[in-house]
Structures are given as structure tokens and as C-alpha cells.
């Protein structure tokens, strides 16, 4: 059998939104993986694995605290776990299963990791289970339709910079921006600007007992929030089936 390395995704926080798939994956894999800030505290994939499996997990710290960019500490942090996955394969394991929030496919650390691998273990095969979003996360908690009809969605981080994010917002009808909350006064004033703010829902912490999900117009226009918060902003809609 091949070695198979699976990137699971287990939601933005709750334990309650993960697929059937990826409890199933992450009880039979040979070993589970998790990524682990370099703080040392117990991270939300983590909690949500021991939730549903109670089993041990191999924690594999990234620099998820450092600036943007993928500077020396990230790319060291990289091989470690890659070589730390590979490590796993020499001792017997012939399924490893690496639990990341939200989906594997969408802005995760499993990108970097499975290709680190590959490189390792060229004969390992790689899957992934996916995952709900924190974008989905979010509409479902405020109530807001994200598209309909003819509607375009975009969907960006927010460490690409304010200029583009002043262009989806002229481009697209609905917006969602990642990881903006070191920047929220600055965000929060484009999005003014684009006279969308009424628009906007503002979401941190989704999925955990302390989620923070208000109108964005109502947030202190000064105070930077958590840098994985999310912003959702919608176009006023003409009522049922006006965007078809």
C-alpha cells in the first residue's frame, strides 16, 4: 500500500461542524498530525480531534504567529514537519491524517506540508476531506446570504494589501476578507469608502463559546481585532429573485 497523507478539514472551531467523513478519516488514520502554533498552547484543530477521537495527536509546530510572507522561520518550520511526517512512514505508519480549520484546500498550512512531503516521499499519495469555512461559518451565523442569482463572490486575505480589497469591492458583489483584524481600522475605513458598510458583518472567534459576530458599522472604527477575523460584505438586494 501506498503511503497516504490526508489533509482533513474540521471546520472554524465548533466540534459540531465536521463531517462524518472526517471523524471517520481521523479515527482510522495510523497517526494524526496537527498544526501547533510556536506559543505552545492547545490550537482549535487540536481541540476538535480530541473532541471527536480522544486519541493522541503528533503536534507539528509552524510559525503561525510571524508577519506575512514566507520568510526563514516559516520555511524552516515547513521541512521540520514535513521531515516529521516523513519520519512517520520509516516507523510503520502507512496513513497520516493532518487536521487543519476550515478546508485543506482553502488558505491552509496543509498546502506547504503535502508539498514538503511529496518531496520526501515521492510515492505518497495525497487526499483531502474538506472542510466547512469560516466564510460559511460566519453566514450561517448572521443570517446572511452570501450569493444568489447572478451574484459573484470574492474571496481574499487581507495580507494582499488594502488595494486589493478596494478593487473586489468595486469588482464583486459580495466580499469576504480573511485574517484583516491587525488592520480592522484601516479595512473597516475602505469599505466606508465604497459606501458598502451596511453591508458588512464582522466575525472572530467562529465556531468557539467566545464567536464575536455584529454589524461591522458597529464596531469601534480605532480597534484592531484578532488576526483571524473574518469580514463579509453583501450589496443591498432588490427582494426575491432580484439578482436572477
Given at each position: 500500500?501506498?503511503?497516504?497523507l ?37 490550537g ?9 477521537t ?52 482553502v ?39 452570501l ?47 465604497s ?15 467566545e464567536?464575536d ?18 469580514l463579509?460584505?453583501?450589496r ?9
Open positions: 500500500m501506498r503511503p497516504v490526508t489533509g482533513v478539514g474540521v471546520g472554524p472551531g465548533d466540534p459540531d461542524l465536521v463531517t462524518v467523513k472526517a471523524v471517520r478519516v481521523l479515527r482510522e488514520a495510523d497517526v494524526v498530525v496537527v498544526p501547533v502554533a510556536d506559543t505552545g498552547e492547545e482549535r484543530a487540536e481541540r476538535i480531534v480530541r473532541a471527536h480522544g486519541r493522541d495527536v503528533l503536534r507539528l509546530e509552524f510559525a503561525l504567529s510571524d508577519p506575512p510572507g514566507s520568510g526563514p522561520r516559516r520555511a524552516a518550520a515547513w521541512d521540520a514537519a514535513g521531515a516529521a511526517v516523513a519520519a512517520t512512514y520509516d516507523t510503520g505508519a502507512r496513513t497520516v491524517a493532518f487536521a487543519t480549520i476550515g478546508d485543506p484546500n488558505y491552509s498550512t496543509f498546502t506547504y506540508l503535502a508539498e514538503t512531503v511529496r518531496g520526501l516521499v515521492p510515492e505518497v499519495e495525497v487526499r483531502t476531506v474538506p472542510g466547512i469555512t469560516a466564510m460559511q461559518a460566519l453566514a450561517a451565523s448572521s443570517g446572511t446570504v450569493v444568489e442569482g447572478r451574484e459573484s463572490l470574492a474571496l481574499m486575505p487581507l495580507t494582499a494589501g488594502l488595494d486589493a480589497l478596494r478593487g473586489a469591492l468595486d469588482a464583486h458583489d459580495t466580499v469576504v476578507a480573511y485574517k484583516g483584524g491587525r488592520m480592522l481600522p484601516q479595512v473597516l475605513a475602505a469599505v466606508r469608502d459606501g458598502r458598510i451596511g453591508g458588512a458583518v464582522y466575525g472572530a472567534s467562529l465556531g468557539l463559546p464567536e459576530v455584529r454589524p461591522a458599522a458597529g464596531l469601534d472604527p480605532d480597534e484592531a481585532g484578532p488576526y483571524l477575523s473574518a463579509l460584505v453583501t443591498k438586494r432588490t427582494g426575491r429573485g432580484g439578482r436572477l
